[in-house]
């Protein structure tokens, strides 16, 4: 069901074009929406870097999310907003991107080249989708919450 609903309302945003700031799952899902896929499991690409808790660890405690560095990058909405380069970030997903929807341009990926965030090719249209938790590192990201809220 819950599926379903943010389907829904995903499309409907989609089409209207709402502002849109996914983290995590939504920048997953809004991907598989405009026709992309996913990574089902990170561990099955040879990587060092680790974007999972620890097995047996909470996805509700902080403390277990994984320290990890995504590149931002040049020429992109992100970029715009904090800055390109390296950034570190908190990360917490088991699944990551794998072919990008069209509409959408890579801008952020961790060293090893897991896609950590995507935005619109519609320059017009606010859709930032980030898979770091940004909401954890709220004295990092206020940039990104700050230009969300501007679009509202």
């Known amino acids: 069901a819950r599926d379903r609903v943010e389907e829904l309302v995903i499309k ?9 700031l996914g983290i995590c799952r939504g920048m997953q899902i809004v991907n598989v929406i405009m026709g992309g896929s996913l990574i089902q499991e990170l561990t099955d690409v040879e990587t060092t870097e680790k974007h999972m808790v620890d097995p047996g ?17 040049q020429g992109t909405r992100l970029a715009k907003i904090i800055g390109s380069g390296s950034r570190d970030v908190h990360c917490a997903h ?9 509409g959408l ?19 017009n249209h606010y859709l930032l ?8 590192q709220k004295e990092k990201s206020h940039e990104i919450w700050e230009s969300f809220v501007k679009v509202l």
Do not use: C, W
Not at 94 to 102: C, G, M, S, Y
């Open 94 to 102: 088991h699944q990551a991107i794998d072919r990008v929807a069209e």
């Open 105 to 123: 341009v890579v801008n952020a990926k961790s060293p090893a080249g897991i896609i950590e965030g995507l935005e619109s090719k519609d320059k």
């Open 129 to 136: 989708l980030l898979e770091n938790h940004i909401e954890t």
């Open 12 to 20: 409907k945003a989609l089409v209207d074009k709402k502002p849109i």
């Open 57 to 73: 660890s909470s996805y509700d405690d902080v403390a277990t999310f994984r320290g990890q560095t995504m590149d931002v990058l």
